[in-house]
């Protein structure tokens, strides 16, 4: 037995990397099974990501950075890519459930682990219900275009509006029931089974991909150079504010992390699907934008409810390609908020096998082994925040999420190749230590950018985090009890 551990050695002690090995080579019962192949993997990783920004972010980032929002992809592209590598070594170092959480509580201490994980929980809770509500403008328009029913506001509209420092109501609407509904339907596919859910995803991405080929085939055919002047309206002010709010686009990237646990072959296929879904990602986000943006004056973006919709509509003067996109989109942004919510529930089955959360989250069922009780848990959160809250804020916390999980494994690569420098790899970040510590300062000052309302939600949330941590994860973690006996 030995003596109590004092708060700083609590807050700064690491869980021992061989752990996490000891963790990924065991498959028994009581734990994920490992269903996911290569291409699951990957179309884990697209799938949340295109479609999380792309059906919806130009409506409200074209007016702020007019057609240099192309600059604003590119940026947070370049940011994404350089944690790409970080992650792709981290996940073949730890191929664990958890993502950045598990990586930071091997390289920074339990309490930066439950921080970062703090972050996490905003980050994937947050960007599934602003996904969500991008989904119900979708189905609204489709429902409007082939059978001309149209929803009343009540209905489709959060009740409560983000201005400068406060949330306050004031919204034109009660509740999004839509956005409700959907989170409920990915809670249902969710606990049927992972083999399920990433079999559904995979097709839904398929689809997802051919409906934006579509687009751009057809949105070129009406490309006018014209329309991207001027092109930086806004100058790199608003170059840099649009590039911060489209970074969490790039959430994917993380997602694909934390299925460590339910991958075929982890340390090859973590940081190759990492990698793949990077470079389908950004080739997409760039053409769908350009093709976008050469369509239609940059004066008609702001507002624009199912933008890529109503473009194809007005390019083409027939309804029938808008409803094609517009039932794509309601298709396949089913399979972000899908994903999305899979990785919400990783992390805290990771983090309540390791006793940071109550036992609950980390509770399989004896069918499925699913974490059945975390799924739902999660999904009823979410479903709230995507009915009450506006989708603006929504993705400005995402991206803060986003960015602070990224940042935190860009130092964790760091650490570790000096702590751990003969640790096998299935994968290295080339011209180490430059490129981390490029992805580190991209990420701050993509965090820079935000809104000054984000970072004191985010402060808010922090220190309700940090009370937790300190009244009962600390005293619980699964380190305290070894240590203990």
């Known amino acids: 037995m030995t003596s109590p551990t004092s708060l700083a050695q609590r807050v ?5 990397v061989r752990s996490f090995a000891v963790q990924a080579s ?4 009581g734990q994920l099974r490992r269903h996911i192949t290569l291409f699951q993997l990957t179309m884990l990783g697209v799938g949340a990501t295109v479609g999380t920004g792309i059906f919806f972010v130009l409506a409200e980032q074209v007016p702020t950075a007019g057609p240099a929002v192309l600059v604003s992809f590119l940026i947070a592209g370049l940011a994404a890519g350089l944690t790409a590598l970080c992650y792709a070594e981290m996940s073949s170092m730890i191929p664990v459930s958890g993502s950045s959480y598990s990586y930071a509580y091997a390289t920074l201490g339990e309490g930066v ?8 929980v905003m980050e994937y809770g947050v960007s599934a219900a602003a996904v969500a509500v991008g989904w119900s403008e ?3 328009n489709l429902l409007m275009i082939t059978t001309g029913l149209e929803l009343p506001r009540a209905v489709l509209h959060a009740p409560l509006v983000a201005e400068g420092y406060s ?16 989170v409920f339907l990915c809670c249902m596919l969710l606990t049927r089974g992972t083999r399920e859910s990433a079999r559904a995803n995979a097709i839904m991405v398929v689809l997802k991909l051919a409906v934006l080929a579509l687009f751009i085939a057809l949105a070129f055919t009406a490309f006018d150079s014209e329309n991207l002047k001027p092109f930086a309206p806004h100058g790199f002010g608003g170059i840099s504010a649009a590039a911060g709010s489209i970074f969490f686009t790039f959430i994917g990237l993380d997602a694909v992390s934390t299925a460590g646990d339910e991958v075929k072959n982890p340390r ?7 990698i793949l879904a990077l470079l389908v990602v950004v080739g997409f986000y760039l053409l769908v934008a ?7 004056p940059q004066s008609m973006f702001e507002g624009q409810e199912a ?4 473009i194809l509509q007005n390019v083409t003067g027939s309804p029938i390609p808008a409803v094609i996109l517009s039932a794509g989109a309601v298709i396949s942004v089913f399979s972000v908020t899908l994903v999305v919510i899979y990785g919400q529930t990783r992390i805290l089955y990771a983090m309540s096998r390791d006793g940071m959360l109550p036992k609950i989250f980390s509770r399989l069922n004896p069918r499925t082994q699913t974490p059945t009780a975390n799924t739902v848990i999660v999904s009823a959160l979410v479903a709230v925040i995507a009915a009450f809250l506006p989708s603006d804020i929504l993705w400005d916390l995402t991206s803060m999420g986003t960015l602070t999980a990224f940042t935190v494994v860009s130092i964790g690569v760091i650490v570790l190749r000096y702590r751990r420098p003969d640790a096998e790899r299935g994968f290295r970040v080339p011209l180490f230590p430059l490129l981390p510590i490029l992805s580190i300062l991209c990420c701050i000052y993509l965090i820079s950018s935000l809104p000054s309302i984000v970072f004191r939600l985010t402060a808010v949330w922090m220190i309700l985090a940090a009370s937790f941590y300190l009244f009962y994860s600390s005293r619980n973690s699964a380190l305290e009890r070894d240590q203990a006996e």
């Open 12 to 16: 700064l002690r690491r869980k021992p």
């Open 307 to 310: 933008g890529l919709s109503v």
């Open 26 to 29: 065991h498959e028994s019962d």
């Open 167 to 182: 949330l306050h109501f004031g919204g034109d609407g009660l509740i999004n029931l839509p956005a409700a509904l959907l």
């Open 290 to 296: 350009l093709a976008a943006l050469g369509a239609q």
């Open 138 to 140: 979708y189905l609204h």
């Open 113 to 120: 682990a439950f921080m970062v994980a703090a972050c996490l």
């Open 268 to 274: 090859r296929n973590l940081p190759l699907a990492i």
